[in-house]
Every structure is written in C-alpha cells, then in structure tokens.
C-alpha cells in the first residue's frame, strides 16, 4: 500500500478537493454518429462481383446465421466455378466474429463499419439481410473487418508435386509425376472446403467433395468407393483428365485449386487391385438379364458402357481392333504420363465384372456390323477419333509427312517408324505435344540427341495444348515456335523431304470468328527437318458402317448425330465418345455411362433378340 | 429460478424473513441471487442461486468446430472475457503442438492486461456503487470506455474481441496503436489520484469496508480462493508468477498483497494491481516494436482440422482470479469435454454465503461486489 | 511411467498409492491414474504431506460408449507448484461415487455442478441440490446421449422471415437453396 496516500482520519476539508473539478474542462462526447474503427465488426458487405456463391462462409458460420439465396439473373457457369448464389444473414444469430470474412475463398465478404440498425416487433424481418456492396440500409460506412494475408483461413497454395527433372526424362518414358505420399495427400486433402464447385463442372459429376474427404479421413476405400460410383477409369483420369473441375475449385480463384486430380490418383494408387476390383464390383446384379450387348471399341468410352451394362446383368462383348485394349489412352497417351501398367489396371477391373474383350477383331472386316445387329440387342458404337487430319498443303501427302496419332500408336505398340534425326511438329495441342516429346525421347535414345521444332499457328499464351505441357516440352529442350502457318512441305530434286516452310501468322479468326488465317509472307523461314508430323486434328474411320448404313444415318458437321440418350437414329445403334463429342477423356467416361443407362433402360423393356 | 416459482417459507412469528436478493438488483454483480434469511438487519444465512445466466455453453462447445469456439469464449466472462480467449487458445494450441510466435505472445498479454485494467475499473464503479458513491461508479465506466476504444480499435469489437485464436491473434496492431494506448494509460494514471481521493481512501468509503466480509488466509484457502481475493489475505499466489504461460517471465512486475482480507483490503490489492498491469502494459509497449515475425501460426483449413487426442489443463490469472479450462480431444474436428473452471465457481457461492452469513444487509452487494464474484462464469 | 522425473519427494510419495500410474505431461504438470477406491487416500496423501491445499476443479467427462464415467481431481500446491490431475474411472451406471468435501471444501461446488449436469451422484456431498438447472425436467444434459440441438430443434422454431427482398427474388424464381441447418455437422 506503500504508494497510497491513505491517512488514517479523516478530514473537514477533504470534501473540498472537489472543488477542482470545476477548473477541469468537462468531458464533452459529440452527439453525431461515432465512426467506428477502421478494423470494426459491424453489418456485412458483399461483393457480387467477386462472391461466386460457394457457401464456405456458410459452413463456418458457427451461429448457424447465413442461408444461401438464389438469384435468378446473376451469372452461373459451373466450368468456372461460378453459382448463382448469394449469402443471406440472419442478424438475430450472427455475433459478427468475422470468420465468414476470413474464410472466404475469394475475398468477397467483409464486415463494415456501420453498426446500428433499430426496428420495431413488426419490422423484425429486416434482420435477414442480403448483403451487396452498398451496405445494410444503402449507405456506405466503409470497410471495417476485412480479409487480410495475416488472418486467411483457407490455404491457397497446394502440396507440391514431385516431379522428375528434364534431365533424368529426356530419353526415355519414366513415368514424370511422382504422385502424393500419405502425408501430402492428407494435408492437400484438407485444403478442401467442401463447396462442390468440382462436381458441378466435372463431365461425369465426380463425388470430388466426397472422396476428398475420405482420402482426410483416413478411408481409402471410401474414397475408391466414391470414384467408382462415376468413373471405372480413375487410374487412366487420376493422371491425365483435363481436370474441369480444378478449373471450378473455389479455391482457384485467388490462389491455386486443389489438386483434385493428384489426389484421385493417389486414391487409387494406394489399395491393392483385389481390393479394387471387390469395390467396382458392389452392386453388381447377380442373375444375368439374358440380354447382350456389343461395344465397337474398348477405349475410355466403350470401356465405361460396358462397366455399366455388364454390372447391370447383361452379357457384354467389346469387339477391339488393335491388339490391346485401351484405345487412345494406350495408343496417344505417352508411357511418361500414363504407364500401360495403370492403363491395364483399370481395363483388368473391368473386366473382372464380367466384360469379354476380343483384341485383333476389326469390325468391318474379322466381323460385320451386321452380324453384330443380329446377334446382339444393341450396339454401341465408340470408335474414337483415330485417323489425324491433314493439312494439305504441298507435298503433305509425301511419305515422310506423317500424322501424329499414327506415330503415337507405332511407338506404343513398339513399331519401328524410322525416328527422324529431326522433325517439325505442326499443332499446338496436347497431341502435339505428345508426340514432339515422344520423338525426342526417340532421338535420345536412337542417336544421342533431340531436335524437334513444333510450330503452331497459335500465340503461345493461346496454345490449345496445357500449359503444363507446353512448359514441360520447353524444358526437355523441344524448339516451340508460336504464331507460325505452314506453307509447304519442302522436297528436294532427289524427291527426299528437307524440312517445313512456314509464314508468320497475323490472324487466325476472321471479323466474324471463322477460320480465315492471315499470314505474313514476307516472314518465312524454312525448318530443316527429315520428318514432319501433323498433329492438327483428328477424325473417326466410320467405313465399318458401309455406305449404305452410312447413307441412312444422321449426321452433323461430320460426325454422327446422337439424341439425348446417345441412341442415332438407328433404333439399335448408339455412339458415343470422342467420336461424338470431341477428343476427351473424361467425356467419354460420361458418355459411357449415358450410352450405358440408355441401353438398360430400353432393354427393360424390350424381347430379346435371341 | 422464476420468481413466480418462489414459495416463501412460513416461519413462526419472529423478526425473521426471507428476502430474495437478485437476480437484476443493482446490488448484485451481473444476474445472480441470493436466497437471504434476515433478522432484521442481520443475516442469519444466505443461500446462493445461480442459473440465470446458463448459456450451456460446455455442451455447445462440443458441436462446434475447434475454430468456431473462439466466438463462443469470450461470452462466458463478460467483463473480462480476454483470458477466456487466450485460455481456449492456449489449451487449443497445447493439443495440437501448436507453437505461437512471439510477437503474437506479447500481442495477447498486451490485450490481457488491458483487459485487466478495464475490468478493475468496472469494479471499482460496482463496488463504489454498492456503498452509495455513484460519482465513481461513472467514472469507472467512463474510464474504461477508453480501453474499450483501444479494444475496437485492436479487434474489431468493444467487449467480445473474438482476437485470439489458435496459433496466434487474428489482425496485426495497427499503426499507431502503441501511441494511442500510451495516452490512454497516462490518462488512467493521472485520474488514480482523483480515484484515491473519492475512492479509496476516503473514509466515507474505508469506514464502510474496513472489517467487512472478511477471511482468514486459513479459510481463504480452505475455500478455495483464488486471484486478488486471496492475495487481500497476504498469500502472494498468481498464475502469472507460479505457473507462467505467454512471455510473463520476461516481464518485471509485483504481485501486491494486504493482509486484513476485508472488502477494503481486496480493493486496494486490486487497485494495486492496476499500477502494476500499468506497468506491464508499458513494457509491452516498449519491446513490441521490436519483436517482429507473423502474428499467427498456420493452422489447416478449420473445416478439415482434427486435433490428436489428448487432454489439457491451462491456466490464466484473469482479473477474478484463477481461470481454467480443461479440454478433452478424442482425436476428431470437435472437442469432446471442455470444463471451464471460473475463479468466481468459489468465490459466488461458497465464499459469498460464507462472509454473508454473518454479514448485515446493507453490506451484501458490497460483499459480492469486493469479491469481484462474477456470475457468467459460474453459469456458463 | 513418467517421461521426465518429478520432483524426488512427489514422486516417492505417489508411488504409495496402489496400483497409481505417473505421467508427466510437462514441467508443472502430472497426470495420475488410479483406481477409484485409492483416490481419498491419495488426495490425504498428497494434502497432508505434500502442500496440496488447493482443488482447482473436478471434471466430469462422460464416456458413454465405454460406459464410463471418468473424473479428473486438478489439485495444486502452493509449494511445489506442479499440478496433479487424477483421475479416475466409475461404472456409468450407477453413477455414485463418495465426496471428497471433508478434504477439499471447494468440492461442494463441482460435486453439484457434476450432478445436476451427469446425474453422478456423490455420497456425503452437503447439497446434491439443483443450482443451475432448477426448473430442468429433462435427463442430465451434459450427458452424451442427450442430443441438445435435437432438444432445441423440437422445442423452438427458427425465425421466420419473409422480407420484401426475398419475396421479390421468388417472385422471379430465385429463393433458399441452403438453409444453415442442412449443413450443421
């Protein structure tokens, strides 16, 4: 007590201390509204701009206070990541802690500076907000509580993957990415904030959210469970789908989405193929329906339908030309990005519930499309896209101008084509890239160095092909050439090819978007090269159909004309795949099941053939 | 429990009586009450009621994420509801091998003893209340308004901060801030003599104190008494010094103590103890500037975070006394037990039955009030 | 066993309890478990001959599925400071076990607080009274097999609200597609 002035009596005159005061300015507190500080946790803001509906604040909400509103008018574009959603707040549970603002993937909420807000009993509704920028009662306040690097909650960057550096790849087809070990996996894994932005974009609406939360939660076999109510080809798209759905990631938006594709791989990596095939085959009917089905084509679209069909009870026969199954997958997709052996596990699934492929069957020659009509109760047809457009310029129809997904299937299938010491690829897109790296490899191993050039008509920044891809064939010293038109493919007088000469393009597209390049010719270079590669598109060899099933059938732009169901107009014919929509993997995955459900449905109801 | 539930007790002709004192009585501290048998000014014995302000807050923090507790916390000591957060943290953080950096550390004792000051300012307005001098009362309250202030600034809100999470504090100190809360400590330490005057030393004030509600150091430790009610009784016992957490052994403090543990001695210990949060608050303020690094360690996603099971027991010295907090992780996203140990469990209801049972009735609210008993946390 | 060593004298002292196993958890903390039967023996152990005056508290942590009731005595020393949790295990049902109030008069408060919100009942306890729960008719709360959010979700209603803001989006075809309660885990 030693610095209290305390006296033990009192004192007349103490009372008059008080006296002080009256020299003492008063304490004045002004009557305006008092502005709140900069940091204040008052009433919500939200930009719409930037809010893309996700609902994370709305899981974080520990008061249960936000509902997800729908507005019509607002964009929505689930390949974006895009809902046309927006947070409501219920004022009556909200505490205003914040951490709605905190977590929000695109920084779009924050809490203002505006804090008073009266009613009466009979106005009670207006304590269910919609916030948008202009504040509570239309009046800005400023911005109080707002997101700062300091306090993020979520985690924008992802595990890194391993990869094998260019130079231990350069001259042969080692497998690239490493894959997630369990603790990348689990951490990368928790990133997640449940949105299902994924499942929206994802062509075959993957379970994304949900497995993702089982890979956290320690069960790999839900996880595997979960992919296979979507998708048997999860090896094949664990390594290789283009990944739609970490285009939708909410938390792209700001920093980089989940690695969604890497942990499908890694969930599928991790339990042993019994395993795997004890899931894909739960559910599978027991009694066979009596019906039978015929695929042409065992690749990533066939394989599904079958998948499908066959778990379903129905006798399913998948006719293959080439000696093994896979299609484009196994003969476009290099080894360095999708090992066989991975290929092949997800085929050996398939199979295991009760698929019949036959390899070296060519329907059109080994059988006809019309033995298959009678001895089958439908047909599918999912041929893929297996011949490569020409470009057509001069000389393209000499023998050493090939076309890429032929080399591609060649060096799959260990056939000798004759690797060029040098070569030009003409495209941009990932089949390019494919084979550009493959015939560097080639050339490592055959002559101790590559050259290869790739040149496409596209600016770089706009190359159709990944950017991954691209960056990666840079780094394995392949020359990339943007912006380049190819003019001629050059002979000289002993009639052997010396290279590609190509003008600088100027323009790709026309005033109204058609394919009209414009090219620069006084810029022209000549591109030495023993091979030229074109790599500019693919199309389906529909001549097993024969001309007058050919004439019969729909068709649009080129390629065969499907109802919703993937049915032609043929009652027992179906398509599906790349053939109908286009190359992609995991469309075809899609397609597959849409082919599948259709064929069940209408098999339901109809006599066997037999 | 209900007034409308209350069925008085018929007692023989005599000069005996029930009064139910509470549960919004300016002469209790927060909503609380006390069920008294008086004969005529004197208590013949007093009997707590709690219960008004159960939240269930134990059972609520159970369906909550780990992060989402942070908002909840702060609630259950309303007016100094800044060792609740740090303790949750603390515990948090203790669970998950989580190590706080620093500059955090000193951030969070800055924000407690700033609490500290504003929450004895308020009681010593309470106090002063329970005897009849309401000028000090509004001076206390106004004077906290002032950390108040700082408090907005700082967190984004006056009294719940809802500042500290797990891994660290949520927003960095703005600039400036050091300035503004030397000026606010100043301005406190140049009213102290005005306090004294009117306060503390008056003996309008000290006549009505002295003797009152007072216990041995024996039964203050039977008791279980804890923070500056035990120190009033001459046992030097903070949870600062005997069990530190945060970077208090980096710090240079006294632990006051008096001797009489009477009304008045709790007071003066409590006002003591101001000087010396002063004294913390402006070292803090001195080193913070150069204790640099992050604010917070990272912690998962809070939707996807599983803690590894375990069980903790922290500890703080709030303004009341000792604070605890036990949590129980079964491994899962969510606690399995948190058992929050207010320092007022003791002190509202043994200890204010005990000193009141022998106490008059105009000194009952004075009691409660210099036993700082604050009902939320004994509610929860 | 212990990870680091106590302090010589606290350590000599609990081993006289049957059947006790040490903890260390940290440098002012020690975790104990034992039987039930042999906690007032310790808890007069180590008040009487180690300075333990102090109860800080006694939680009660429900384990329902192992049909346990588990109790934890937080008991602290003026002298030695370091920290003694104790804790001990009991049968769900019946749910009794003995006060420790003789010892630790701060016990009243928890052993009451545990009854009212477990239904562990404790012998010898002075008040086994309700306190906070007085007009609770319902089982023991804090209890795990009592769902709180249920109990709310059938007694109360959520707010209703029809603002003209909403009326005007449904007008259009918007509306709620998420209310907070489908996502509560």
Not at chain 1, 47 to 75: F, H, S, Y
Not at chain 1, 158 to 166: D, F, H, I, T, V
Not at chain 2, 292 to 321: C, D, F, H, M, Q
Not at chain 3, 27 to 44: F, K, M, N
Request: glycine content about 8%; aromatic content about 8%.
């Amino acid at each position: 007590m030693a610095d209290i002035p305390y006296k033990d009596k009192g004192s007349l005159l103490n009372p008059l201390k008080a006296l002080q005061f009256f020299a003492r300015p008063p304490v004045t507190e002004p009557l305006e509204p008092r502005p709140a500080s900069a940091n204040y946790r008052g009433f919500h803001l939200n930009d719409w701009e930037k809010c893309i509906g996700c609902g994370t604040c709305q899981k974080v909400c520990d008061n249960a206070a936000i509902t997800m509103v729908r507005i019509p008018g607002l964009p929505a574009d689930p390949a974006q990541g895009i809902r046309d959603q927006r947070p409501a707040i219920d004022y009556g549970r909200c505490c205003w802690c914040g951490l709605c603002v905190d977590i929000c993937p695109t920084a779009s909420l924050a809490l203002s500076r505006e804090y008073v807000h009266t009613c009466t009993d009979a106005e009670l509704d207006s304590y269910f907000v919609l916030p948008d920028p202009n504040g509570m009662h239309g009046r800005y306040y400023g911005h109080g509580w707002s997101k700062s690097a300091d306090s993020d909650l979520v985690d924008l960057q992802r595990q890194a993957m391993g990869e094998l550096e260019p130079s231990a790849r350069g001259d042969n087809f080692r497998e690239i990415v490493a894959g997630y070990d369990d603790q990348q996996a689990l951490l990368e894994a928790s990133r997640c904030v449940q949105c299902g932005m994924c499942f929206d974009a994802c062509p075959t609406h993957m379970h994304a959210p949900e497995y993702i939360r089982a890979i956290w939660e320690g069960r790999v076999e839900d996880a595997v469970r979960w992919i296979y109510r979507t998708n048997p080809f999860a090896h094949v798209c664990g390594r290789v789908c283009t990944h739609r759905c970490e285009e939708a990631c909410s938390l792209g938006h700001r920093g980089e989405p989940i690695a969604i594709r890497w942990l499908k791989r890694y969930a599928m990596d991790a339990l042993p193929p019994e395993r795997v095939k004890a899931i894909a085959a739960e559910g599978r009917v027991a009694t066979p329906s009596g019906r039978r089905v015929a695929i042409v084509g065992s690749g990533p679209a066939g394989l599904t339908a079958a998948f499908d069909l066959a778990k379903r009870g129905h006798a399913v026969t998948v006719f293959e030309g080439l000696p093994e199954p896979g299609g484009m997958p196994r003969y476009g997709i290099p080894e360095y990005r999708l090992p066989y052996a991975r290929l092949d596990q997800d085929i050996d699934v398939i199979r295991s519930v009760g698929v019949d492929i036959r390899c070296s069957t060519w329907v059109g020659t080994d059988i006809t499309l019309e033995e298959l009509r009678r001895d089958f109760d439908a047909v599918v047809l999912a041929l893929g896209l297996q011949f490569g457009r020409s470009t057509r310029i001069p000389n393209s129809d000499h023998p050493q101008v090939r076309k890429a997904v032929t080399l591609l299937r060649q060096a799959t299938a260990g056939e000798a084509f004759g690797t060029p010491r040098s070569a030009v690829v003409i495209g941009g897109g990932n089949v390019a890239m494919d084979i550009a790296r493959t015939l560097a490899r080639l050339q490592r191993r055959e002559y101790g160095a590559a050259r290869v050039t790739v040149t496409a008509l596209e600016a770089r920044s706009h190359f159709l092909a990944d950017a991954i891809e691209v960056l990666e064939a840079a780094e394995e010293e392949i020359e990339i050439l943007d912006a380049r038109g190819p003019r001629e493919c050059v002979v000289d007088g002993a009639g052997n090819l010396v290279g590609l000469r190509s003008w600088r393009v100027k323009s790709i597209f026309d005033a109204q978007g058609r394919f009209a390049p414009v090219y620069d010719e006084s810029d022209e270079r000549l591109h030495e090269a023993e091979m030229v590669v074109e790599a500019i598109g693919q199309v389906a060899d529909t001549a097993l159909l024969g001309e007058a099933l050919t004439e019969r059938l729909e068709w649009r732009r080129g390629r065969l004309r499907v109802d919703a169901d993937g049915r032609t107009s043929e009652p027992w014919l179906w398509a599906a795949g790349d053939m109908v929509n286009g190359p992609d993997v995991v469309h075809a995955v899609a397609d597959g099941h849409r082919v599948a459900a259709g064929i069940h449905a209408w098999l339901e109801q109809r006599e066997s053939v037999q | 429990m209900r007034p409308e539930n209350y069925e008085a007790v018929n007692h023989p002709p005599s000069n005996e009586f029930e009064l139910f004192f509470g549960p919004n009585h300016p002469g209790i501290e927060g909503n609380y009450a006390l069920k008294v048998k008086l004969n005529g000014d004197q208590v013949v014995s007093a009997r707590a009621d709690g219960g008004y302000l159960h939240r269930g807050f134990e059972k609520l923090m159970e369906g909550r994420l780990w992060i989402q507790n942070i908002a909840l916390v702060p609630r259950i000591c309303v007016p100094d509801p800044v060792p609740m957060e740090v303790c949750y943290s603390l515990a948090v953080e203790e669970l998950g091998g989580i190590t706080v950096p620093e500059r955090a550390q000193w951030i969070r004792v800055l924000q407690l003893e700033l609490s500290r000051i504003a929450a004895h300012l308020f009681t010593f307005g309470g106090h002063a209340a329970t005897t009849g001098m309401y000028s000090n009362m509004y001076w206390g309250v106004a004077d906290r308004d002032q950390i108040l202030d700082l408090f907005e600034e700082l967190s984004g809100g006056r009294v719940y901060h809802i500042y500290n999470i797990p891994g660290g504090v949520r927003r960095d100190i703005p600039t400036g801030y050091l300035e503004r809360v030397t000026r606010t400590l100043d301005y406190i330490e140049s009213r102290l003599p005005d306090y004294d005057n009117l306060f503390f030393t008056n003996q309008v004030f000290v006549q009505r104190a002295r003797g009152i509600g007072a216990m041995s150091q024996e039964q203050a430790l039977e008791w279980g008494v804890t923070g500056p009610n035990l120190r009033a009784t001459g046992l030097a016992f903070d949870v600062r010094r005997d069990d530190p957490y945060l970077v208090y052994d980096q710090l240079e403090f006294d632990i006051p103590i008096e001797q009489a543990g009477d009304a008045w001695a709790r007071t003066l210990v409590r006002r003591q103890e101001l000087v010396q949060s002063i004294r913390i608050v402006r070292q803090v303020v001195e080193r913070l500037p150069h204790v640099g690094g992050p604010i917070r360690a990272l912690i998962p996603n809070p939707l996807a975070w599983n803690l590894p099971a375990g069980e903790v027991y922290t500890r703080v010295e709030s303004s009341k006394g000792e604070l605890a907090y036990y949590v129980v992780s079964t491994g899962g996203d969510k606690p399995y037990r948190v058992h929050v140990r207010g320092p007022s469990a003791m002190h509202a209801v043994q200890v204010l039955e005990n000193l009141t049972a022998h106490a008059r009735l105009e000194d009952i609210a004075q009691i409660m009030f210099s036993l700082d008993a604050c009902p939320p946390e004994v509610d929860r | 066993m212990s990870r680091q060593s106590l302090a010589p004298q606290l350590e000599f002292l609990l081993q006289e309890i049957e059947g006790i196993r040490i903890h260390r958890k940290g440098p002012r903390r020690v975790r104990v478990d034992l039987a039930a039967e042999t906690l007032p023996a310790l808890l007069e152990l180590l008040k009487g001959r180690a300075g333990y005056v102090h109860l800080s508290a006694i939680t009660c942590v429900d384990w329902m599925e192992q049909e346990e009731f588990e109790l934890v005595y937080h008991l602290w020393s003026y002298e030695t400071r370091v920290l003694v949790m104790a804790h001990i295990r009991l049968p769900r049902d019946p749910g009794v076990y003995l006060s420790v109030y003789d010892l630790f008069k701060p016990a009243a408060f928890f052993e009451r607080d545990i009854h009212e919100m477990f239904g562990l009942y404790f012998e010898g306890s002075p008040d086994m009274g309700k306190f906070i729960l007085t007009e609770w008719e319902g089982p023991p709360p804090m209890r795990k097999d009592f769902d709180g959010e249920a109990w709310v979700m059938n007694h109360f209603n959520w707010q209703a609200y029809h603002p003209d803001w909403l009326k005007e989006i449904e007008a259009q075809g918007g509306g709620i597609t998420t209310r907070p309660e489908d996502v509560r885990r």
